[in-house]
């Protein structure tokens, strides 16, 4: 897999999921690792396949969109100071995620690996415990170690997005 940018934000708050999206796309496109079609792509393609996932004893949300609009491999973090309602992925109904967890993925091979990967480790719930209540410039790193643990697998480089982020 190929080596990818890490992002990680919290302290923030968004009133919908599409306030968040936005949010990520305008925030990726700032840090240059999207075409300017991302932001609304990823918006399409989360009101067509939503990402909303009910675990144990949390919910996440991990948007992402077709590679094409990725300029380089990176994944956004976001912890909101409180949940956002999120449609859920294989239901209905919506769901208040905690965590949101935005892959900007080159590769559509590699996306798939990075998905079947995360999903193995949100399994665990103290994995989802450790991300939910770690300090900020821990995030990073507790996330790296789960989920880019293979041999083969480059560590990210993690970037904490500025605190003046427009949204």
Same mark, same amino acid.
Request: proline share 8%.
């Given at each position: 897999m190929h080596s990818s940018q890490l992002f990680v934000r919290t302290g923030i708050s968004f009133a919908d999921a !599409? !306030? *968040?999206? #936005? &949010?990520?796309? /305008?925030?990726?496109?700032d840090a240059g690792v999207v075409h300017n079609s991302y932001p609304q792509a990823l918006l399409a393609r989360e009101s067509a396949y939503p990402t909303g996932i009910a675990l144990e004893q949390h919910a996440v949300a991990i948007p992402h969109c #077709? =590679? #094409? &609009? =990725? $300029? /380089?491999? *990176?994944?956004?973090?976001? $912890?909101?100071? $409180? *949940?956002?309602?999120?449609? !859920? *992925?294989?239901d209905d109904g919506t769901i208040d995620v905690s965590l949101i967890i935005a892959l900007i993925v080159t590769d559509p091979a590699a996306q798939l690996v990075l998905l079947r990967t995360l999903f193995g480790q949100l399994q665990h719930p103290e994995f989802i415990n450790a991300l939910l209540t770690a300090p900020e410039n821990e995030l990073g790193e507790i996330f790296a170690q789960q989920v880019f643990n293979s041999p083969s697998t480059s560590r990210p480089q993690q970037k904490t997005e500025p605190e003046g982020a427009t949204l």
């Open positions: !599409q !306030q *968040a999206l #936005e &949010h990520i796309g /305008v925030t990726m496109l #077709e =590679a #094409e &609009h =990725a $300029r /380089v491999p *990176a994944i956004y973090l976001i $912890r909101p100071d $409180r *949940a956002v309602p999120f449609a !859920q *992925a294989d």
